[in-house]
């Protein structure tokens, strides 16, 4: 007997991992969202709008592996809307094979999802919300919640350039400094302890040494567009994820004066990234059944 | 006019620093305490029992230097009472420092203490009590609060050995690979945020791949007594700062049966260093005026 699965809508938000110093550890999800409806078909059928509704469907689509992961089957078809952008570190996939997985009715979606993605921090914060700090141990995700003030908003710089995941991770050195990596740790600490407050947020806290620097060279303007958001009044910014967005820690007081200087800034340099104040998530992944 | 300080007792606790992973940043408070009676003097005078009252009172003498560095005198007289062993990684002179700086009433007390012990944490954790992250950010501490659940407490392994700080300190290397620092960063934010609920730490949050295996040339037998904590029922294990004292984390409930546990092993390898189940301290440095 194969499983069949009830019909219903998933809403899974984006993330952003990282957060500066918290290398492939740190993540908090967004208020962008990808929508997947399922229900029972005799084959497997998608139909995808938004973000990803280029990708190809073959065996590689990750829905499709996905789904035969969960239920050792396909027959289900799935109607895809996404507003998170693909390869611009906003953990698009993560959301996607967590919002399939629970689709699929997985007991365990964050393995399901961890499975396909080899690090949980994006999956984590997608399918709980809020931010994480999120581990894999001996093949076992642990995470642990961390508060976020409510007054603490995002603001996103998402290019148009994707950038190529498995270059910018083959960029990282094999060795780092040891006061380098003290300076992560320490920071990384700091920023997780001070989220709840964003008054306590210090802009050192978001220093990285072990993996930005290293990543810049595929993507020049990085340091360009953090430092802008900084100057527009962010309070810290960082790498989202592997790129190539860039986001801004700010006050949400503070968000709209920041959103009009960085558009000004970039004016000043005739580039026009979409920039957008988002919101942090809080509910993570939501199951309506139709 | 010379600053006159008031008759008063200063009590201050020990400190456990880097649990492991979280080098030169997280320490918790211990209940073993330093307390130092002040008052006005005619010269400076120093009155010591317990650890400590061995040291020869000269011009180095760490009491003194923090008095001339707060009065820009000496003329107090000091009575000091320690039960915290020296040069055993249990925070003696953080707290010493702290101490003296309280009883000579500095407005920034941390900042004394950061000025002989170059960094924060084991000032921090004896200035506010229980656990704290802390880092020195261009000649300024910043210190977060850590939740630490009331039914976790520490059973110590304290050596006579007293361990060379400098050596140890110079024993790191300069670099490490990528892998251990973000697994450091990555098992510190997890240990620190699981605190608050003993019932979620885990053994691998303590495991540490930057400092403690390269010290442990200098104390061979550290691995043996921490094994031994774990084998005994402990949680985790760690060196206490730079040693020689190992930690080990234990529920309330199961700490009598690790400290017998741990003092057989012990007996089994002919050696006996001094076990003991010590709390986590909450109160910080208390003031009581003469």
Redesign the interface.
């Given at each position: 007997m194969t499983k069949e699965v009830s019909a219903k809508t998933v809403r899974t938000p984006a993330s952003t991992a990282n957060l500066g110093?918290?290398?492939?550890?740190?993540a908090i999800a967004l208020d962008r969202f990808i929508e997947v409806d399922v229900e029972v078909s005799s084959s497997f059928e998608v139909t995808s709008s938004g973000y990803g509704a280029g990708v190809p469907v073959d065996d590689n689509h990750l829905a499709l592996q996905v789904c035969k992961f969960v239920l050792g089957h396909s027959n289900v078809a799935l109607s895809i809307r996404s507003d998170i952008p693909l390869a611009r570190g906003m953990g698009s996939s993560a959301a996607l094979a967590v919002a399939v997985a629970v689709a699929c009715e997985s007991d365990d979606p964050l393995s399901v999802a961890v499975h396909f993605e080899g690090h949980p921090e994006n999956a984590a914060a997608s399918l709980y919300g809020g931010a994480v700090?999120a581990?894999s141990?001996e093949g076992r995700s642990?995470v642990?919640?961390?508060e976020v003030d409510s007054e603490l908003v995002s603001v996103l710089v998402i290019p148009e350039n994707e950038l190529p995941t498995h270059k910018l991770r083959a960029a990282?050195?094999?060795?780092?400094?040891?006061i380098?990596?003290?300076e992560?740790?320490?920071?990384?600490?700091?920023l997780?302890?001070?989220l709840k407050d964003a008054s306590?947020i210090?802009r050192?806290m978001f220093k990285d040494n072990?993996h930005q620097r290293y990543r810049s060279q595929f993507f020049t303007e990085s340091d360009t567009i953090m430092d802008e958001l900084i100057r527009s009044g962010c309070i810290g910014a960082a790498w989202s994820g592997a790129g190539s967005t860039m986001i801004g820690f700010s006050t949400r007081s503070h968000a709209k004066q920041v959103l009009s200087k960085v558009k000004r800034f970039q004016e000043d340099r005739g580039v026009f990234h979409q920039v957008e104040v988002v919101e942090f998530n809080r509910t993570g992944t939501v199951v309506q059944l139709a």
């Open positions: 110093p918290g290398f492939d550890t740190l700090a581990a141990v642990v642990r919640g961390i990282l050195p094999k060795s780092v400094l040891r380098d990596a003290i992560n740790l320490s920071n990384s600490l700091m997780a302890l001070s306590t210090e050192f072990i």
